[in-house]
Nanobody
Framework: DVQLVESGGGSVQAGGSLRLSCAVS????????LGWFRQASGKEREWVGS???????NYADSVKGRFTISKDNRKNTLYLQMNSLKPEDTGMYYC????????????????WGQGTQVTVS
């Protein structure tokens, strides 16, 4: 059974920072890609960034240089540090886990958290 629980969202002014957390509960973390997605009101969900089991991290161009993904293996928690936030970063942020170790695609066998709202004004 896979469980993902996000936290850390909130409201912040443009230029500010937030750190999102995702408590990850999977049978074997080494067999999963982990990622962050977001969805703005009226728009499709979009990929923000991801971490594979080999430690490779990739980011969407829109957040590169501003957002940082990290993982604390002792706490089984995935983080998304968001700096220099812009109004266009507003949306519901979701944590995702895909049942494959590398070549993350988040298409099939993907589990989702309930989301946490980020509002930048």
């Amino acid at each position: 059974d896979v469980q993902l629980v996000e936290s850390g969202g909130g409201s912040v002014q443009a230029g500010g920072s937030l750190r999102l957390s995702c408590a990850v509960s999977v049978s074997s973390a080494n067999d999963y890609c982990l990622g962050w997605f977001r969805q703005a009101s009226g728009k499709e969900r979009e990929w923000v960034g991801s971490l594979d089991s080999d430690g490779r991290i990739n980011y969407a161009d829109s957040v590169k240089g501003r957002f940082t993904i990290s993982k604390d293996n002792r706490k089984n928690t995935l983080y998304l540090q968001m700096n220099s936030l812009k109004p266009e970063d507003t949306g519901m942020y979701y944590c995702a886990a895909e049942a494959r170790p590398t070549y993350c695609a988040f298409d099939e066998d993907t589990y989702w958290g309930q989301g946490t709202q980020v509002t930048v004004s």
